[in-house]
């Protein structure tokens, strides 16, 4: 895999790249976004944590561990995508750093220049900076926080985390586990796990049991859903014909152990009886919402999301959320990965416009020399490629807004757990905790962290951000909106001290204050 080293090498004398157009994220959105811009001629710098390329979805595509009988066609349909980014990599139509983090981001202070600034720890674990004149943040979603008694507990895994070790190592837990939750990706994974000859021993299903009339209630998304559908219907087929007990209704969830998971109690809606289940391994899921932390850490707008129970970034019809800042992917809103990559290109596509706007912009590139856009990529020709990627974007988030309406979260879950749950597992803060602190009056998320410490462990809030949120609008009477979210500060992910202190100055400075 061919990477390219940085032009500068970022030192204690401040020196620092500068790149025409940065792309944050690999991912579907990401590797979309880089090729489009490659066709106009634009080799675009893109910076990802992972050490290939794919995102979650396509994880470990380009070396698979598993195949698609396993696995099935959805992952491995993105073999094309990864294998073309790759390839435009090698050429060196795209600078790709894998291995590589953004731990702070911030506008330049300068009013006449739609810059950021961003701080880069690479795979040599050496901090540079770097200047981004066009931004495009693809950074994709991550799996809701999702508290129950002993979900800290070891043997219990979110089943994102699962599908990880699949695509990684061809890696399943060491006997049948229970699955518990709603959303697609919990029957994708209870399948996955079928195919692979590990059948999970009981499904667990928190959803209302109002599927159906709620499909019936919009038969024009249900239309425009029928793939989405078509697949969940085969996926249950499936499990059925392989006696897989599915529980519908489930209103309460625990894990029961000492130093490790032993067993599973849970109700169902309705039922005054208590059920247990022996087992090892509990996989867990309650869908999936925008990865926060680089948003929010750059101060974009975001507001609550009711269909979604997620707060989601304020996105213009072109995908930008501020000068020179674009948004693509499930990180500006849960879309899936074929959306994501028509979101990409439509970033792209908005990237081009923007530069073609500017006749005076002779930026120099990655390669640190000038590259106009070709006059072939006119802006009545973007243009009209852009209207007709907004059509099918419409469409296809038209059927996606069912599968919201089926997989609703439980909006009341947190509040109705036992007060010794833990919300915040970094911190070992329970909801009763929260509570109490709550009583208090503080004013926002922020001031409750400072009261509780919830939220400033390793995770930096990202399993307890929303969920505290939550907590504190039922609490105070409050809408969503109103309470916000945390505000995140850098680092955006974990550094050394020592990287800390080979940081440029000025940017320590600036933070500071």
């Known amino acids: 895999m061919q990477t390219c080293e940085p032009r500068e090498t970022v030192g204690t004398d401040g020196s ?54 396993v696995m099935g066609k959805d992952y491995h349909r993105g073999r094309s995508l990864v294998g073309a980014f790759l390839d435009a990599a090698r050429r060196g139509e795209i600078d790709y750093r894998p291995g590589t983090r953004v731990w702070w981001i911030e506008a330049l202070d300068d ?22 004149e066009r931004l495009i ?19 219990v895994m979110q089943a994102g985390a699962a599908q990880i070790l699949m695509k990684q190592g061809a890696l399943l837990t060491e006997g049948p586990p229970v699955l518990a939750g709603n959303g697609p990706l919990l029957y994708l ?33 249900a239309w425009r859903a029928r793939g989405y559908l078509a697949k969940g219907a085969r996926m249950l087929a499936a499990l059925r014909r392989a006696g897989v007990p599915i529980v519908r ?34 996989l867990t899921h309650m869908g999936v919402v925008p990865e926060p932390q680089l948003p929010q850490g750059l101060g974009i707008e975001h507001r609550w999301q009711e269909a979604q129970q997620a707060f989601v970034p304020d996105r213009r019809d072109d995908l930008s959320v501020r000068p020179g800042v674009w948004l693509a992917g499930d990180g500006g809103g849960i879309g899936g990965a074929v959306n994501a990559e028509r979101e990409g290109r439509l970033a792209a596509l908005a990237v081009l416009d923007d530069l073609m706007a500017d006749p005076l912009d002779t930026t120099a590139d ?25 059509r099918r974007r419409r469409q296809d988030l038209s059927g996606r807004r069912l599968l919201d309406a089926l997989f609703t979260p439980p909006a009341d879950w ?53 969920n505290v949120s939550r907590l504190m609008a039922r609490e105070q009477g409050r809408d969503m909106d109103e309470v916000g979210y945390y505000r995140i500060r850098p680092p955006l992910t ?20």
């Open 111 to 132: 009013a006449l220049d739609d810059a950021h600034r961003l701080g880069v720890r690479g795979h040599d674990g050496i901090s540079r900076e770097l200047v981004a």
């Open 366 to 390: 990655a390669k640190g020399a000038a590259a106009p856009i070709p006059d072939a990529d006119n802006r009545r020709a973007v243009a009209r490629e852009s209207a007709a990627l907004r």
């Open 189 to 221: 994974l209870a399948w996955q796990y079928l195919n692979a000859g590990c059948p999970p021993r009981m499904i667990l299903d928190t959803a209302p049991n109002l599927g159906l009339a709620r499909t019936l209630r919009h038969p024009l998304r």
């Open 16 to 69: 620092k790249d500068r790149a025409r157009v940065v792309v944050l994220g690999a991912g579907p959105a990401g590797m979309a976004a880089a090729l489009r811009l490659a066709e106009a001629g634009l080799r675009s710098l893109v910076l990802d944590q992972a050490r290939a390329p794919g995102g979650q979805i396509y994880r470990d595509l380009d070396q698979p561990q598993l195949d698609a009988a």
């Open 137 to 155: 943040i693809a950074t994709g979603a991550m799996e809701r926080g999702w508290p129950f008694p002993g979900w800290q507990l070891p043997g």
């Open 494 to 513: 974990s550094i050394t001290l020592g990287e800390l202190a080979l940081a440029p100055s000025d940017h320590l400075t600036t933070q500071s204050q």
């Open 414 to 466: 947190v509040e109705r757990q036992p007060g010794e749950t833990l919300i915040c597992r970094c911190e070992g803060v329970s909801r009763a905790q929260l509570k109490a602190a709550l009583e208090a009056g503080p004013a926002g998320p922020n001031q409750l962290k400072a009261f509780t410490r919830c939220g400033m462990g390793p995770c930096q809030g990202r399993l307890c951000g929303t």
């Open 249 to 282: 209704g489930v209103q309460s969830l625990a894990a029961e152990g000492d130093q490790r998971l032993t067993g599973v109690r849970y109700r169902r809606r309705g039922d005054s009886d208590e059920h247990k289940l022996k087992t090892d391994w509990l």
